[in-house]
């Protein structure tokens, strides 16, 4: 699913490794995060580390500059 039929994302402030065999992350999200119900029902999801010169991105993923939905992965 693409933008507008199921694309969600949001920033994690903690990431946490368990396992590099199989590889298995930690990742928190809270039950009324518009993306928690997005990766229930698709049972994926991704994580993108991001560096200091990208902190604009976890700003928007954030809510901070302003963009919703679909346009947020416009700007990265």
């Known amino acids: 699913a693409g933008p507008g039929r199921g694309w969600s994302g949001f920033t994690a402030t903690a990431v946490m490794s368990v396992s590099d065999s199989p590889p298995t992350l930690v990742v928190g999200i809270g039950k ?38 679909p346009e947020r992965f416009a700007s990265g």
């Open 32 to 69: 009324t995060n518009r993306a928690h119900d997005v990766i229930l029902r698709s049972g994926r999801f991704s994580v993108n580390v991001l560096g200091g010169d990208q902190e604009w991105i976890a700003d928007t993923f954030a809510g901070r500059t302003g963009a919703a939905g």
